[in-house]
């Protein structure tokens, strides 16, 4: 399968961010954190299930990629955002690998961080670094 996209990744946001992004003061960087991961994970599990194509994974890669570039990164936020950036990178290779065996490795690992992410979520819960 020939890539649509064509061309490296974009590390611009597809839309305007009108004065930057907005963070709930009522949550911790852990858990704002915690919020991106699992949206970044239902971005690659949606690709991975089949429900979004690859220009959609692109797109959504590169969205991710700009929120977790806007997130606060304290040390217990960091524990899940380096997960979350190496699925993003993943994804990202994904949406711009060239021919069938590239991609289905890169699906591979998408799949295996999509498993560490949730790992480190739980994790984060566990310790006590999120409150719900």
């Given at each position: ?20 992004v907005t963070v709930h003061t009522n949550f911790t960087p ?103």
């Amino acid at each position: 399968m020939e890539n649509p996209l064509k061309g490296p990744p974009l590390l611009v946001p597809l839309f305007p961010l009108h004065g930057g992004v907005t963070v709930h003061t009522n949550f911790t960087p852990a858990e704002h954190a915690n919020f991106i991961a699992a949206k970044v994970i239902a971005y690659a599990t949606a690709f991975l299930d089949g429900r979004h194509d690859i220009i959609t994974l692109g797109r959504n890669s590169r969205s991710a990629q700009m929120e977790v570039m806007a997130a606060v990164d304290d040390p217990q936020a960091k524990a899940i955002l380096d997960p979350v950036r190496l699925l993003i990178v993943s994804m990202m290779g994904t949406a711009y690998a060239v021919g069938d065996g590239r991609q289905d490795r890169w699906q591979q690992v998408m799949g295996a961080l999509v498993e560490l992410v949730r790992h480190e979520a739980t994790e984060l819960k566990r310790t006590g670094a999120q409150r719900s």
